[in-house]
């Protein structure tokens, strides 16, 4: 089945520490990218790539890192500069040019 | 930046009633985008719209592009215990960007 994973679901780290959030897709799609959500707020764009070994920075990517070595993987590292790491991370992608993106089933960060 | 307002942020209805929701822009949009979460999981798509005026089913669920290209609507008719979720809004920026509502919270009453 083509699709998006993302792994763990739950992670927990303690403050100071770099944690790196996993995102793969088998569906061929060009474009991937990141968001947060927190409770009762919409989504925000962290980074997203266009291609790969390219990507931008979105509206909150202060205290966060990514990369894109590979067509099916754009991993998150979440650095100990983000202020409030602790929310849902969903990563999604799409093909270029298409507004429709398809979402992982998210990552629930907690740092304490 | 560009905001999308979607209203209302949660309801709550009986089941077998039907559900409006919508979605509002001081700028104008390209694309107005329907998403369905549930809880713990990521957001699913529901309809995509593209053209104003446009009018799309997906079974019980139809989405309206607004004629003035800042608004779009979503109704769901005969609303069921599984229609229960967060439901998002989304529109593609003039700068291409795709900008996300805050969502509408849907429970149902038995």
């Known amino acids: 089945d083509g699709g998006i994973t993302q792994s763990p679901k739950y992670l927990f780290r303690k403050e100071g520490q770099n944690v790196t959030l996993s995102c793969e897709q088998n569906l061929n799609h060009d474009a991937m990218y990141w968001y947060r959500q927190d409770p009762g707020q919409g989504l925000r764009l962290i980074y997203y790539?266009?291609?790969?070994?390219?990507?931008q920075k979105g509206d909150i990517a202060e205290g966060y890192s990514v990369s894109r070595e590979k067509k099916e993987s754009f991993p998150l590292t979440v650095t100990s500069a983000q202020k409030n790491p602790t929310a849902f991370y969903l990563c999604?992608?799409?093909?270029?040019?298409?507004?429709?993106?398809?979402f992982g089933p998210g990552t629930r960060l907690t740092v304490t | 930046g560009q905001q999308l307002n979607q209203s209302p942020q949660s309801m709550f209805i009986q089941e077998g009633e039907d559900v409006s929701m919508n979605c509002t822009s001081s700028s104008i949009f390209n694309t107005w985008l329907w998403y369905k979460q549930d809880p713990g999981e990521g957001p699913v798509l529901l309809i995509a719209?593209?053209?104003?005026?446009e009018l799309t089913s997906n079974g019980r669920l139809t989405a309206q592009f607004g004629i003035t290209r800042k608004d779009s609507f979503l109704n769901i008719s005969a609303s069921i215990p599984s229609d229960v979720g967060i439901y998002f809004c989304a529109g593609q920026s003039r700068d291409d960007k795709i900008i996300f509502g805050k969502g509408t919270r849907l429970h149902i009453l038995p």
């Open positions: 999604a992608s799409s093909i270029t040019g298409s507004d429709e993106q398809y």
């Open positions: 790539s266009q291609i790969v070994n390219d990507f």
């Open positions: 719209l593209y053209k104003a005026g």
